[in-house]
């Protein structure tokens, strides 16, 4: 069983940045491959990043390529989500998740935080 809690999210500028937190426990947490999703009203839920177990290996949406990155610290049981030139077109609920290699199945969900870009 593992709980992901979110943290971090809130209102910026366009052109500005946010760093969102997402601290787990659980047992095993450490073997599963993280992510972020997100979810702005009336759209469906996205992928944004997503980071391997062990940290070694991350892929990132298109849409955020080059401005978002998300590294994770096994450690403190946590894992982030860099969020540098931020635009409007990035306001939503965004989501941490756990889950199997790649993200193909998703095993726990956090609750949720709100970003929101203005112009």
Known sequence: QVQLVESGGGLVQAGGSLRLSCAASGRTFSRNA???F??????EREFVARISWNGAVTYYADSVKGR???PRDNAKNTV???M???KPDDTGVYYCAA???GLGSINYW???TQVTVSS
């Open 110 to 112: 956090g609750q949720g």
């Open 34 to 36: 993280m992510g972020w």
């Open 68 to 70: 978002f990155t998300i």
């Open 38 to 43: 997100r979810q702005a009203p009336g759209k």
């Open 99 to 101: 889950g199997t290699p």
């Open 80 to 82: 982030y989500l860099q």
């Open 84 to 86: 540098n030139n931020l």
